[in-house]
Antibody
Framework: QVQLVQSGAEVKKPGASVKVSCKAS????????MHWVRQAPGQGLEWVGIIKSDGASTLYAQKFQGRVTMSRDTSTSTVYMELGSLGSEDTAMYYC????????????WGQGSLVTVSS | QSALTQPRSVSGSPGQSVTISCTGTNSDVGGYKYVSWYQHHPGKAPKLIIS???KRPSGIPDRFSGSKSGNTASLTIFGLQAEDEADYYCCSYAGTNGYVFGTGTEVTVL
């Protein structure tokens, strides 16, 4: 069965970077896109970006451009999202979510990784 | 890219129907047939309940129905049940801007 298992909670200081992982299993890893979505406390879901099935193409939401990087390791079927220059507003639950190319929706989600930014 | 607009909350008694609207622009909801809806229970991962405006994935009850007119998409829950109490989010493909979510709607079963 399809599973997306994310890394554990992180606490970071303002200005630092965080790297969250999402390990996929139960399907052909290189055939699917992976998205990252976040939810700040008391707020709604927010799309962060996508790393496409070719592993080379990425697209980030405009507000994160310049401080987010998505990458993957096909040997371990793991996708990574690194977010830099953290501020308190980046405190959120971060989810990875799978998309079959060109279906334009997210069919499986990870359990979420809580990132807390605090001095 | 601004979030799609949803009502903050809707409520209904068991058995009643509720409708959640999701308003965007010609650059997202109105420009593509790729609106999806997600049910989100606190502490859990979001769950896909509607894709491509009106398609229900396998296992989703037919009480959930989606539609779209112009720049506004809608989710209707017929025959509301206690387990439907959750937050609901629409999401639209937005071309070169990627994707945009709605502001979210809390559904309360009275």
């Amino acid at each position: 069965q399809v599973q997306l298992v994310q890394s554990g909670a992180e606490v970071k200081k303002p200005g630092a970077s965080v790297k969250v992982s999402c390990k996929a299993s139960g399907y052909t890893f290189t055939s699917y896109h992976m998205h990252w979505v976040r939810q700040a406390p008391g707020q709604g879901l927010e799309w962060v970006g996508i790393i496409k099935s070719d592993g080379a193409s990425t697209l980030y939401a405009q507000k994160f451009q310049g401080r987010v990087t998505m990458s993957r390791d096909t040997s371990t079927s793991t996708v990574y999202m690194e977010l830099g220059s953290l501020g308190s507003e980046d405190t959120a639950m971060y989810y990875c979510a799978r998309e079959e190319p060109s279906i334009f929706y997210f069919d499986y989600w990870g359990q979420g990784s809580l990132v807390t930014v605090s001095s | 890219q601004s979030a799609l607009t949803q009502p903050r909350s809707v409520s209904g008694s068991p058995g009643q129907s509720v409708t959640i609207s999701c308003t965007g622009t010609n650059s997202d909801v109105g420009g593509y047939k790729y609106v999806s809806w997600y049910q989100h229970h606190p502490g859990k991962a979001p769950k896909l309940i509607i894709s491509d405006v009106s398609k229900r994935p396998s296992g989703i009850p037919d009480r959930f129905s989606g539609s779209k007119s112009g720049n506004t998409a809608s989710l209707t829950i017929f025959g509301l049940q206690a387990e439907d109490e959750a937050d609901y989010y629409c999401c639209s493909y937005a071309g070169t801007n990627g994707y945009v979510f709605g502001t979210g709607t809390e559904v309360t079963v009275l």
